[in-house]
Structures are given as C-alpha cells and as structure tokens.
C-alpha cells in the first residue's frame, strides 16, 4: 500500500508548475489552515461580517517563509475548489507585506498571486502587469479587510512580479532546509 502524504510534505514543484494546496476556497466565510500534526484543516477564525474569500487561499508547500508558515498563495480561478485540494499553477506576482508576528517582532508575509494552469481563460496573465490595476487594489483590500480587527497591523510593501515571486520560493525552500524544525 502507497505511503499517504502530509500536504506540507508535496513536491513544490510538478511538470513545471507550483503546487498549491488550497486551505480556504473561494467564498470561505472564515480562515482555515492545514495544520500537519493534525494531517487535517483546522478553524483559524471567522472572517468579519461582509468579507469572504474571492479567491481560493491556500499554501505552497515545501516552503517556510519569514512567519515560519508555508508561502501563502492566492489562486485564481473562475470557480471555488475545496479545502486540500492542490492546484498545478503558474506563479505571476507577489504581493508584499509584513505584520506583527507572535513574539511582537514585524516578518514578512508575502502572499503569491498564482493563475491556475487549468483556466485557460487567464492564460494571457504572464506577470503582474498583467493583472489589472483594479484588482490589484481590491486583493490589498480584501487583505487588510480581513486582518482588520486582528491584532495584526498589516503593511503592504507593494508587488513584484513572476521574478521575484519564484525567487521567494526558492529562498522559501532553503529556508525550511535550514531549520531545526524542518
């Protein structure tokens, strides 16, 4: 019998493309969040009233990013998937920020703006300029939207494209390599 795998434990990569693996769907009323020792998605919180999830948010795994989770990412796609779902995409921007962390300390939290290599209505969107600018403006909405009445204090630094956003999977992964955790 084959070896059932954590989600956290997936190739980043497959043919050419970044797994993500999708933690709270498109339309999610509240933040979910794999948690590995469980092996199962975990209740977070529930988003404020009037904010849900546009996009399917989720993680890519094999990383650890400057918060000590997974590189987040956001996937878009026309249609909602389901929690631990994994989707083969195409990495085209990056959106910066940081935020108090748990010890009080400001780390970056870099979310990854991903086209779904299934939706080949996207299939134009090769880099942040190709992601209008309105909804650019409405992800860091949606973003401080939700973080809103946490004790957070989100910052967004600004975007970077596809470049940038792989070569924070590649510092992502190193990152897990190196530490004692990992």
Same mark, same amino acid.
């Given at each position: 019998?084959?070896?059932?795998?954590?989600?956290?434990?997936?190739?980043?990569?497959?043919?050419?493309?970044?797994?993500?693996?999708?933690?709270?769907? =498109?339309?999610?009323?509240?933040?979910?969040?794999?948690?590995?020792?469980?092996?199962?998605?975990?209740?977070?919180?529930?988003?404020?009233?009037?904010?849900?999830?546009?996009?399917?948010?989720?993680?890519?795994?094999?990383?650890?990013?400057?918060?000590?989770?997974?590189?987040?990412?956001?996937?878009?796609?026309?249609?909602?998937?389901?929690?631990?779902?994994?989707?083969?995409? =195409?990495?085209?921007?990056?959106?910066?920020?940081?935020?108090?962390?748990?010890?009080?300390?400001?780390?970056?939290?870099?979310?990854?703006?991903?086209?779904?290599?299934?939706?080949?209505?996207?299939?134009?969107?090769?880099?942040?300029?190709?992601?209008?600018?309105?909804?650019?403006?409405?992800?860091?909405?949606?973003?401080?939207?939700?973080?809103?009445?946490?004790?957070?204090?989100?910052?967004?630094?600004?975007?970077?494209?596809?470049?940038?956003?792989?070569?924070?999977?590649?510092?992502?992964?190193?990152?897990?390599?190196?530490?004692?955790?990992?």
């Amino acid at each position: 019998m084959a070896r059932a795998h954590r989600l956290d434990e997936l190739a980043t990569f497959s043919n050419g493309s970044v797994n993500v693996v999708v933690e709270s769907p =498109r339309g999610a009323l509240a933040k979910l969040k794999y948690d590995p020792d469980l092996g199962a998605m975990t209740l977070v919180r529930p988003l404020p009233h009037g904010i849900v999830f546009p996009f399917d948010f989720g993680f890519v795994p094999q990383t650890r990013a400057d918060d000590g989770d997974p590189l987040d990412a956001v996937v878009l796609l026309d249609a909602p998937t389901f929690p631990g779902v994994v989707i083969p995409t =195409r990495v085209v921007a990056v959106l910066r920020a940081s935020q108090r962390g748990s010890r009080g300390r400001r780390v970056r939290n870099d979310r990854l703006v991903c086209i779904a290599d299934a939706d080949a209505g996207k299939a134009d969107i090769a880099d942040v300029d190709g992601l209008p600018a309105r909804f650019r403006e409405e992800l860091e909405g949606f973003f401080a939207a939700a973080v809103a009445l946490e004790d957070k204090e989100l910052e967004l630094l600004g975007w970077g494209g596809a470049e940038e956003a792989y070569a924070a999977i590649d510092e992502a992964r190193v990152r897990l390599r190196k530490s004692p955790a990992a």
